[in-house]
Each structure stands twice: as structure tokens, then as C-alpha cells.
């Protein structure tokens, strides 16, 4: 394709639509369903496509000069934008709202709220991200597996043979116990308010469309009890930091580490503003993507009765009934591909966003600086070329297959690769293995499970199952699932 000449117009094809009421149904839809929305797009005009011809969208950057938005797929085309690191920038995962960080004093905790290092770019990047790895080695995630476990085993405690139980929100509330306990050294069932308590109700209060919508700080506005709960987790975290500094708490968890870390040639720190911005970010993302990839891998599981019985098998091998150790973790290849395949099939983040730090070539065309990017993870992984019946569910093929960073990247690639991905594994192995070891759950007949989120996929109105004592009666409720879960993966 040749290249075309560069204008502040986007030169990339895309669909048509009016001005001004055009680019707002636009972004409406995209914020609703990505994948339904970027699919047929990439269907029409191929692996790059304008969300409207000629520009004059803007999704989810802050900067006003942003000419339009596009979005990508592809091995070659992610390998471009998820490692020239210098050249396509991140963004805070507020999205929009970091426009309004200097407003005014109200505003100046949305400097460091959910901001880490989506915020921050090339040197000081690199900086921050090696100060954090320390926390994140292998060994000393390795040294969470007894509260992992026994947080695991008190959530499955709670659970009657034969009810209803909603597993999207059950594995909510498990992962934010897990990642209070963790990240802060504190017990998340406890009765007394923390900052992951602040934190959580400011994530649920931006959640809401109008606090983007309409970002004045005016009495009944969201926007307002937003920068309000902003204040508290700012205050309490700050708070916790201190209390952490004069020796108190567990000095186990992240936000330990990460006080104690120091730049082994300057001996740097990071500052107060860095790790506030850091854990918030982390607590944020390693709770929401991790319920949301147990929660499908679930789903999945109860809708492929052989697989589910297989994995069994080996977990019942292996472990016996009890909680696995971290040396037996590695002896359940069958459970690492069972984890695999769910992340390629359904990336509970569908697309990873950025944003072009200058003019740049992609995909034949010259790109605008400031440019929207949406790099699709959901349409790479089901490449026919690079993943045989891409929407069936077959761990099995992990056995023969080993893609490329770029034709698999559920945690990303690149310098900004999760820094959690390790954590990540490790919860979710420990989880599965002690479930499905107890439990077997079935979907009720003709349960509607349609995808929803606009950074993470969960299922819409969450995900309701019956909870059996494991019987091995794993044909149960299998083929009656309806909704658009049927569009990414085929079920009997």
C-alpha cells in the first residue's frame, strides 16, 4: 500500500458519518462493545481502520490534539506500536478525565490517581519500572502463596452445595481480598475502612459514563463525589505510607517493597506522589483483569465437560484434594494451558491503548502525531493463519504451538509488558486448582452471557451458576448458554 501524504486529518480508511453526531455515537459504541464494534470494521477495511474517515474522534486520550482514533491488528503492526516505546505512547487509566489534573487544587490528585507508569514515558519510564521490578521477583511473589491459599479457601467456605452463586462477582470479591492483602498488608474483609475501601469507590464512581461526560465539580454532579472519593484514597494512602515508614504493618506487601526500593548505582527512591500513583494502579488492574480471566476461564470450563474432566484429573493427581504448593504448581501442565487458551480466546483486555508521539509511518500510512491507537489483542489472537479454528476452545494446541510475543500477548509485550503478569499466574493457578477441586459448576438453561466493558471484558449483569459439590457430573447445564459470548467462541 503506498503511502499517503501526511495531513492533520487521519489519511487511514475508515466509515463515514456526520459531523459532531458521528464521532458521539461512535465513541458511545465503542465504549460499549470494542469487539463488536472494531470486528466489523476490520472485516470491511482491514488490519488498520480509522473509527471514522478523516478523523474527529476521541475515545480515551486527554490531549485536545489528538487528530482521531485508529485501531490495529496483527503481529506486525502490534510489534511496531508495543516496542518502539520512544515513538507510541500510554495513558493514565482515566482516561479523559487527566485533562483536568491542574484545573484547580481539587484536582491535583488526579496527578497520581491510576497514573503509574501508564503515565510516564522513555527514561522516566524506565526509571520508575526498575525501582518496582524488586517487588514483583518471582521469590517474593512466591511468598504470598499461604495468604493466596487461605483467602481461596475462606471465599469457597462460603459456598452451599447446589445454590446460585454469581461467579463474576465471587471472584471479585476474592481477587480484591487477595490484592488488599498483598499490595497493602491488610486483611480486605476487615471491618475497619482502609485505602483499598476508598480506592474501590473511586474506581466504581469513575465507572460511571457521566463522570466523563461531565467533568464540573458542581454539587449533584458524579464528577464531584468522584474527586471527593479521589480525596479520601489520596489521604488514606498517604496515611498508610506513613504509618508503613515509622515501622508499622506487615513489610511483606508491595507498597513496602516499593518504599524500600533504591537504585542500586543512585540510590533513588521513588517519591510519595509515585508510589501513591503506583499502588493505586496496581490494586486497580490486578483485581479487575484477574477475576475477569477466572471468571471466563469458568465459563469456559463448564461449557467443555472433556477438558473440565481431564483437568481434574490432574489436579486430583497431583494434589489430592489440598491446596497445591508452589513446587507443585509447575507438575499441572494441563492447568497452565487451560489458562492460555482462555487468555488467546478471551483477553479480558480486548485492545491496549496508544497514542503516536509524533508523525509515523504504520501500516502504509503516515500517522498523525497525537493519534489514538487501539492495538487489537482480541482480533490478533484469532488469526486463523496463527491459531487453527481460532474461536474453538482447545488447549490443547499449546502442546504443539509456541507464537510469538506478538501473536499472543494477553499481559502485552514489550518494555510495558505487565509488570503483574507473574502474580497474576500464580492466583489463578492457586484459585483454580482449590475450586475445581471442590466445586463443579453448571450454567442454568438458557443463561445469557454477553461480553461487556470497554478496558476489561466481563460478562454483562454478571455471571450466575449453580455450585455442586464436586461429582464429576460434568455434562450438566453444557450447550444452553446464550448472547454475543457465542460470537468469540463456539459452544456446543
Known amino acids: 500500500m503506498a503511502i499517503t501524504a501526511l495531513s492533520r486529518t487521519l489519511p487511514v480508511p475508515g466509515p463515514r458519518s456526520l459531523p459532531l453526531v458521528g464521532p458521539l455515537l461512535m465513541k458511545g459504541r465503542f465504549f460499549e462493545d470494542p469487539i463488536g464494534t472494531l470486528q466489523p470494521l476490520f472485516a470491511q477495511y482491514g488490519s488498520i481502520v480509522a473509527l471514522r474517515a478523516g478523523g474527529g474522534t476521541r475515545v480515551y486520550s486527554s490531549d485536545r490534539r489528538c487528530p482521531g482514533s485508529i485501531a490495529i491488528f496483527g503481529p506486525e503492526l502490534l510489534r511496531q506500536t508495543r516496542t518502539q516505546h520512544d515513538r507510541f505512547h500510554q495513558h493514565p487509566l482515566i482516561g479523559p478525565l487527566y485533562a483536568q489534573r491542574s484545573d484547580h487544587p481539587r484536582t491535583a490528585a488526579l496527578n497520581t490517581f491510576l497514573v503509574s507508569l501508564w503515565g510516564v514515558e522513555r527514561d522516566e519510564h524506565r526509571r520508575q519500572r526498575r525501582l518496582m521490578m524488586p517487588a514483583f521477583h518471582k521469590k517474593h511473589i512466591e511468598g504470598y502463596h499461604d495468604d493466596m491459599a487461605a483467602l481461596t479457601a475462606g471465599e469457597l467456605a462460603r459456598w452451599r452445595n447446589g445454590e446460585p452463586i454469581d461467579v463474576a462477582d465471587a471472584m471479585h470479591g476474592l481477587t480484591l481480598r487477595i490484592v488488599t492483602k498483598t ?42 463525589t468522584f474527586l471527593d472519593a479521589v480525596a479520601r484514597y489520596d489521604a488514606a494512602m498517604r496515611a498508610l505510607i506513613a504509618r508503613k515508614r515509622a515501622g508499622g504493618g506487615d513489610n511483606r506487601d508491595v507498597l ?113 502525531a497525537h493519534t489514538e491507537i487501539f492495538t487489537s489483542t482480541y482480533a490478533t489472537h484469532h488469526l486463523p493463519e496463527i491459531y487453527a479454528e481460532p474461536e474453538r476452545f482447545l488447549p490443547g494446541r499449546w502442546e504443539t504451538i509456541t507464537p510469538s510475543p506478538f501473536e499472543y500477548s494477553p499481559f502485552s509485550v514489550g518494555p510495558r509488558m505487565c509488570i503483574g503478569a507473574t502474580f497474576a499466574l500464580f492466583e489463578m493457578k492457586i484459585v483454580l486448582a482449590m475450586l475445581l477441586q471442590r466445586f463443579r459448576l453448571e450454567l442454568p438453561a438458557g443463561a445469557r452471557v454477553d461480553r461487556f466493558g470497554f478496558i476489561t471484558l466481563s460478562p454483562r449483569g454478571g455471571l450466575t451458576m449453580l455450585a455442586h459439590r464436586q461429582d464429576r457430573q460434568f455434562s450438566r447445564g453444557v450447550g444452553g448458554a446464550q448472547g454475543n459470548v457465542r460470537e468469540m467462541v463456539i459452544l456446543p
Open 183 to 224: 499490595l497493602f498488608g491488610e486483611d480486605g474483609g476487615s471491618a475497619v475502612r482502609g485505602p483499598a475501601d476508598d480506592l474501590f469507590d473511586a474506581m466504581s464512581r469513575l465507572n460511571n459514563p457521566l463522570t466523563t461526560v461531565l467533568p464540573y465539580d458542581l454539587p449533584g454532579l458524579p464528577y464531584r
Open 256 to 368: 513496602a517493597m516499593l518504599l524500600q526500593s533504591r537504585d542500586e548505582e543512585s540510590g533513588a527512591s521513588l517519591s510519595e506522589e509515585e508510589v501513591v500513583g503506583h499502588v493505586g494502579a496496581l490494586f486497580a488492574a490486578g483485581h479487575e483483569t484477574t477475576a475477569n480471566t477466572l471468571t471466563w476461564t469458568l465459563f469456559l470450563l463448564s461449557q467443555h465437560p472433556h477438558i473440565c474432566a481431564e483437568l481434574l484429573d490432574e489436579l486430583e493427581q497431583v494434589l489430592g484434594g489440598a491446596a497445591p504448593s508452589v513446587e507443585q504448581l509447575e507438575q499441572l501442565p494441563l492447568l497452565d494451558r487451560v489458562l492460555k487458551e482462555s487468555m488467546r480466546i478471551i483477553p479480558v483486555v480486548p485492545a491496549v491503548f496508544r497514542r503516536s508521539a509524533e508523525d509515523v509511518e504504520l501500516g502504509g500510512y503516515l500517522v498523525p
